[in-house]
């Protein structure tokens, strides 16, 4: 055993360090713009080296950007309204849920203590004390009537992430943190800062798990572009989330793009359905390429299948199909309610008219 421990030591073996894993979300970009002619046709290179799903959004009430990434960092669905929901007072302005959501501060600052004890206040706790960024609206969130079965969730994927020792870190605005706090509501590193591409090798490098969150859709396609080198290189693993905006009023889905050893190219991402990928599935699937474990009723690992004539193009047809059936769907809802509608006046007239009758 000496021997063959000293051979892999000084006999010139080599073990290749296991690819990172980087989650990049992307607001602004729906599957519509990705189009050939749109504004983002570009990511379509991502597709063809590697995989591509459309996101199948399905939130609890009002969808929003908030919820959506919620939803993600807790691996079940979570509701987070906008218009549709109630309002709280912070500091003397009235703000919706989706506004709470974005209650994110650094507490390494000069004015972290203020912040420290806004957290205390809040939680009835100390904030952590490594915690580099802390989330102020959890509480409130947890306490919305559509979340009470699932509020215990929220922080999952971080918390996974952080009890297996991998070194995570943020970078960007609220949506990140969103995704990957713990069940404290805390980072540990990271900055909400914007990341640049040049910028990218030299974040990655101390972590094994980066989380960057773009609300520009052109920078964010500068770091999708720039992230497919890297994983051409096999050297990450990355999935990239883009959400259209706003989600509410936006009927076209978004897109989720995998790319690195673990997504061939020109394959196709599938959970329940071929070609869709919900956001539940994401923190599975996350955690099954960091290396850590899940487990969630609401979802599963996606897995990337090949199809025949290329993965836009089975994309769009499930596209052109989603258009479909919404298009038809909302006119056979206004057919059936109006048949019904008459069908009641009808009734209703022959009644009234038996009844003058006798």
């Known amino acids: 055993m000496t021997l063959l421990l000293g051979a892999l030591a000084f006999g010139g073996a080599t073990w290749a360090a296991p690819p990172k894993l980087v989650l990049l979300l992307v607001t602004g970009v729906s599957a519509a713009d990705v189009a050939p002619g749109g504004p983002y046709e570009k990511l379509r290179t991502l597709a063809e080296r590697g995989s591509v799903g459309l996101a199948e959004i399905g939130l609890p009430g009002e969808p929003t950007e908030a919820a959506a990434f919620l939803t993600v960092g807790a691996g079940v669905p979570l509701a987070v309204p906008d218009k549709a929901g109630p309002r709280v007072r912070e500091g003397g302005i009235d703000l919706t849920m989706a506004e709470v959501a974005t209650l994110v501060f650094r507490s390494d600052t000069r004015e972290g203590a203020v912040v420290c004890r806004g957290y205390r206040k809040r939680y009835g706790r100390y ?75 030299k974040v990655l490098k101390p972590c ?46 978004g897109l989720v793009f995998g790319l690195g050893p673990s997504f061939p190219p020109d394959t196709v991402l599938t959970g329940n359905r071929e070609g869709w990928a919900a956001l539940t599935d994401l923190a599975p699937t996350l955690s099954r390429l960091a290396g850590t474990e899940f ?19 089975r994309i769009e047809g499930h596209l052109k199909w989603h258009e479909f059936v919404r298009h038809w769907g909302l006119v056979f809802q206004v057919v059936f309610w109006g048949t019904a509608l008459a069908l009641s006046w009808l009734v209703l007239a022959a009644a009234f008219t038996r009844w003058r009758r006798r």
Request: with cysteine.
């Open 208 to 253: 094994d798990i980066l989380v960057v969150s773009e609300d520009r859709p052109r920078q964010g396609l500068t770091l999708a572009m720039a992230l497919e080198k890297l994983a051409r290189r096999q050297e990450i693993h990355a999935v990239i989330l883009c959400l259209p905006r706003p989600l509410a009023d936006n009927p076209t889905p």
């Open 295 to 313: 487990a969630t009723d609401s979802g599963r690992p996606l897995r990337a299948t090949g199809v025949v004539g290329g993965s836009m193009a």
């Open 127 to 201: 904030a952590p004390l490594r915690s580099r960024i802390v989330h102020l609206g959890v509480g409130t969130l947890s306490r919305l009537p559509e979340n009470a079965r699932s509020a215990g969730r929220i922080g999952e994927l971080g918390e996974r992430w952080k009890r297996a020792g991998k070194r995570v870190r943020v970078v960007g605005n609220w949506a990140g943190v969103l995704v990957a706090m713990d069940r404290r509501y805390a980072v540990y590193d990271g900055s909400l800062r914007t990341l640049a591409p040049r910028e990218i090798g």
